[in-house]
């Protein structure tokens, strides 16, 4: 069986000022291929990948990532204009402006 490369993902290159489009389409679908299909729950993984920053950075990544799964779960299981998906929806909000705010990076999952 072939090893899987380990996906790197730095919360810290904005602040680096080396974010550039290749970057950020990387950052993009790695958190895609999170949400797709692997559970989202980053401490349990089962794919190699590396997530580095600062203890903020890391945690509002985990917190956005883990609130976009609820969105999408309670969209699929009770329909999007839901009161547990608009108020899973509400705490994504919240989620994704303390992950932009804290690492610069624009949550790329609308």
């Given at each position: 069986m072939e090893k899987l490369p380990i996906i790197e993902i730095d919360l810290s290159f904005a602040k680096k000022k080396v974010l550039n489009e290749n970057l950020y389409n990387l950052f993009t679908g790695a958190v895609?291929?999170?949400?797709k299909g692997i559970g989202v729950n980053i401490d349990k993984l089962s794919i190699p990948v590396r997530i580095t920053g600062t203890k903020k950075e890391i945690g509002a990544f985990k917190t956005a990532?883990?609130?976009?799964?609820?969105y999408i779960e309670a969209s699929k299981l009770h329909g999007k204009d839901s009161e547990e998906a608009t108020s899973s929806k509400k705490e994504l909000l919240t989620a994704v402006?303390?992950?932009?705010?804290?690492?610069k990076i624009k949550w790329p999952v609308e």
């Open positions: 895609g291929l999170f949400l990532l883990n609130n976009s799964k609820k402006s303390e992950f932009e705010e804290v690492t």
